[in-house]
């Protein structure tokens, strides 16, 4: 079995900051994903990414794969307190079984 | 997009008594759903794969006849909790993916069902 491991765990900053949230395994993904989740609701699919150093934008955050397909990172721009939530990253192994990472708690301060 | 309706979203049960969950899938068909539970502040734990038309998968530790799991259709799977006592109280999350779909689709996940156990 595979192992997703997030970090960091807890984030707190202020509203206007830039962050980076990593996602890293020892083994390879087919593909990953990553997901935002608010208390109370389910995860909501933020993006995925399948080739291996490839770069997705989605407004103020910029979702990298790593080369190898080992590895991802999540980066904020000017974080906003729209964005507090828990950020999830998972990966795909063969046949369809998602595994999660622990999740980034993040919080923004206006 | 791709909806994955969950009902209840949240229910509380006396100890000993049974509890349904169900997962549809709106607009899309899927062979295959999964399971979660998720304890406060913690991540996604996976309980259990739901394969349409045949028995679930089921993750180590997690006890089958227990968290009996029916996909009887390419639309809906059913949780049960069976014989719930407090220790079960969590939030359960479905998700399914479109079994037409590419691994660039992601997962769609239900809202969640927050179950106490009194």
């Known amino acids: 079995t595979q192992l997703l491991e997030q970090s960091p765990q807890f984030l707190s900053i202020q509203e206007g900051e830039n962050l980076t949230v990593y996602c890293n395994s020892s083994?390879?993904?087919?593909?990953l994903q990553w997901y935002r989740q608010e208390p109370g609701e389910g995860p909501v699919l933020l993006v995925t990414?399948?080739?291996?150093?490839e770069v997705k934008k989605l407004k103020r955050l910029t979702f990298q794969f790593g080369d190898a397909r080992k590895d991802s990172s999540l980066h904020i721009t000017a974080a906003q307190p729209g964005d507090t939530g828990l950020y999830l990253c998972a990966g795909e192994e063969g046949g369809f079984k998602t595994i999660f990472g622990a999740g980034t708690r993040l919080f923004v301060k206006a | 997009g791709a909806v994955v309706s969950q009902h209840p979203s949240w229910v509380i049960c006396k100890s000993g008594t049974s509890v349904k969950i169900e997962c549809r899938s709106l607009d899309f068909q899927a062979t295959t759903m999964f399971w979660y539970r998720q304890f406060p502040k913690q991540s996604l734990m996976l309980m259990a794969t739901s394969n349409e038309g045949s028995k679930a998968t089921y993750e180590q530790g997690v006890e089958k006849d227990k968290f009996l799991i029916n996909h009887a259709s390419l639309t809906l799977s059913t949780l049960t909790v069976t014989s719930a006592h407090p220790e079960d109280s969590s939030f359960y999350i479905c998700?399914?993916?479109?079994?037409?779909?590419?691994?660039?689709?992601?997962?769609?996940f239900g809202s969640g069902t927050r179950l106490t156990v009194v």
């Open positions: 998700s399914a993916r479109d079994r037409k779909g590419s691994a660039n689709y992601g997962y769609t």
């Open positions: 083994s390879v993904f087919s593909s």
């Open positions: 990414v399948v080739t291996g150093g």
